[in-house]
């Protein structure tokens, strides 16, 4: 069982993700999960399972926008062990303002990256000025 920000959770090791340098910002974190809530989808929740107050809204981007697109370093396929770029999950972080969800934003710059197969995680900085951290979600067509 662990204590997270959405209560207390019995996750399998199967459904643990490693992050092995922690997210930015958050480098103290290594093990995270991927929660799915009916009342919430298609936004997900990426809860740390070594401090229960945190927890990341994320989406699959794909859901916002056919067009998005990024390039795995050969260095982040190595770090995450991807032997079949069909077997990774992306996602990427919502910022979902207090009291005013009509000013969510979505960064698309730094995609969340998670090999299905070895529980790798990694959240990629991407090289490009295509993206922002910042993007409105009310900006894309539901």
Known sequence: MFKTKLGELDIDDKEIIVFENGMPGFEQLRKFSVISLKETLPIMWLVSLEDEH????????????????FEISDEDVEELEIKD?????????????YGNPK?????LLAPIVVNLESGKGKQIILNTEKYTTKHKLSSFKK
């Open 103 to 107: 000013e969510t934003t979505v960064n």
């Open 54 to 69: 945190i927890a990341f809204p994320i989406i699959d981007p794909w859901i916002l926008t056919k067009d998005y697109e």
């Open 85 to 97: 770029k069909e077997k990774i999950a992306v996602w990427v972080i919502l910022t979902i303002p």
